[in-house]
């Protein structure tokens, strides 16, 4: 096989857009006139209500765990990416928010929102353990702040339009996360939530990849997976009878890109309704509407029609569990012979989490996998080296992928030091974009390139 294998790339593949089924959608709400005269103007703060209250019904299916969510929870936006840059110019300033804690390795295209938003020098990283967060060292750097003394920048965002500002943020991927695959336990979801109400931060969590998931034996069924991990504003809304404040501590964000398409530009945020209804009226929506309008009409008519729901199961994670099993084959054979290993920490089990490994005779559900990527360390001979391999595979074997070095949190010199002595040593791999046979292709090539850099690195 030639040509050029992106293994980098987390994208789903074309091969999967439901292109039929939004055609069916946007026709159904442009073949209606009052539908037509919904869709087609600025559109409310929140967003396409009939939306707001699809999402709310599906994320009850998915999370409500006998509760149900109600609508007014839910503001729509155009993608993670863009609704983290509003949480930013709503909730924080530079001269009040001390720090932005973002988990190591990080998602570094996070770094630049961060940074627009004044941020730049004040982002600092916490490390991951196998239970997906150094809680320790994150209870340390927020006791420290607290005794921070130094004087501050004067708070700019004053007056009741910005009524409520945090302190910190903190910035996590808990399932599935981007890019070491790690889930988060519930015993750590549980204390990162009471850590940031005790300090005043808001816990912003991307929750991309939650529903894309399958059994990490490849004989399992999928009836055999427990719940879907709760989002921590999920433990949030729940834990110790609830929110400390009408506030709350932690937003979800949620999109539609990893799951219809990424041009679909239709996502949406989850907190406390005062939480919501202030991020609605952020001053760009407020002048324009919603960001995403018209597009949130034609993905309403999927999840009310069941249609996204039915292409997931059917289609989406099919496609991706193949392609899961596939990788990890090709792995397998081809890179842990080389000193390569797997690292993904810890799997979820909520049981055991919940009752210390006494299931009251139930049994743990099986172990999941999911999400678009998967973490690869590097042969000893090879740490420090991923950047060099990665330019050369992409000029001697057109293979690309991402390298634990550019993961660091931008600007935190730490982060840097910790990732020349353990996360730098990684690759990640993704299996959204290409087929079964172009992943192990893909892995063969890296294998390859690997086994010279091996060689060459010997005395």
């Not at 004989?219 to 921590?232: F, K, N, T």
Request: some cysteine; charged content about 20%.
């Amino acid at each position: 096989m030639t040509g050029h294998i992106n293994l980098q790339l987390g994208w789903p593949s074309p091969s999967l857009f439901p292109a039929s089924q939004l055609l069916e959608g946007a026709s159904n709400v442009l073949t209606s006139p009052k539908k037509t005269a919904s869709s087609l103007i600025y559109g409310p703060d929140a967003g396409y209500e009939p939306l707001r209250r699809s999402i709310a019904k599906w994320l009850t299916s998915v999370y409500g765990r006998g509760s149900e969510l109600s609508f007014d929870r839910i503001c729509v936006n155009n993608g993670a990416s863009g609704n983290l840059d509003n949480v930013l110019a709503r909730f924080t300033d530079p001269g009040y928010t001390r720090t932005i804690w973002m988990v190591e390795p990080c998602y570094f295209l996070a770094c630049p929102i961060f940074m627009d938003n004044g941020f730049q020098g004040m982002m600092k990283g916490v490390p991951e353990d196998d239970e997906g967060l150094d809680i320790e060292y994150l209870r340390r750097g927020l006791e420290e702040s607290s005794k921070d003394t130094t004087p501050h920048n004067s708070t700019r965002k004053t007056g009741d339009r910005y009524k409520k500002l945090y302190r910190h943020i903190i910035y996590c991927v808990p399932t599935f996360s981007n890019p070491s695959a790690k889930t988060m336990s519930l015993r750590r979801r549980q204390e990162l939530i009471r850590l940031a109400r005790q300090y005043d931060a808001l816990v912003v969590t991307d929750d991309v990849y939650d529903v894309l998931r399958w059994p990490a034996e490849k004989d399992a069924s999928p009836d055999q997976l427990g719940d879907v991990p709760p989002r921590l504003v999920d433990v949030d809304r729940t834990l110790d009878g609830g929110p400390k404040d009408e506030w709350g501590n932690a937003m979800s964000n949620g999109s539609f890109s990893k799951i219809i398409a990424p041009g679909v530009r239709v996502g949406w945020a989850e907190g406390t309704p005062a939480f919501s209804l202030a991020l609605s009226t952020v001053g760009a929506t407020r002048s324009g509407g919603c960001p995403s309008h018209m597009t949130a009409s034609f993905v309403h008519e999927l999840l009310e029609t069941g249609s996204l729901q039915k292409h997931l199961k059917e289609n989406v994670i099919p496609t991706f569990r193949a392609r899961y099993y596939a990788i990890l084959k090709a792995i397998d054979e081809y890179l842990v012979p080389l000193g390569m290993q797997i690292s993904t920490g810890k799997p979820y089990h909520e049981l055991s989490d919940q009752t210390n490994g006494n299931s009251n005779g139930h049994h743990d559900p099986v172990e999941q996998a999911g999400g678009y990527f998967i973490w690869i360390l590097l042969p000893t001979a090879l740490a420090g080296k991923g950047a060099a391999l990665a330019a050369k595979g992409l000029k001697d074997y057109d293979l690309k992928f991402a390298y634990g070095d550019m993961m660091q949190v931008q600007g935190e010199p730490a982060s840097a030091e910790r990732a020349s002595k353990g996360y730098g040593h990684g690759i990640r791999l993704s299996w959204a974009w290409h087929t079964e046979q172009e992943i192990v292709e893909g892995v063969q090539r890296l294998a390859t390139l690997v086994k010279e850099a091996i060689n060459e690195a010997q005395p």
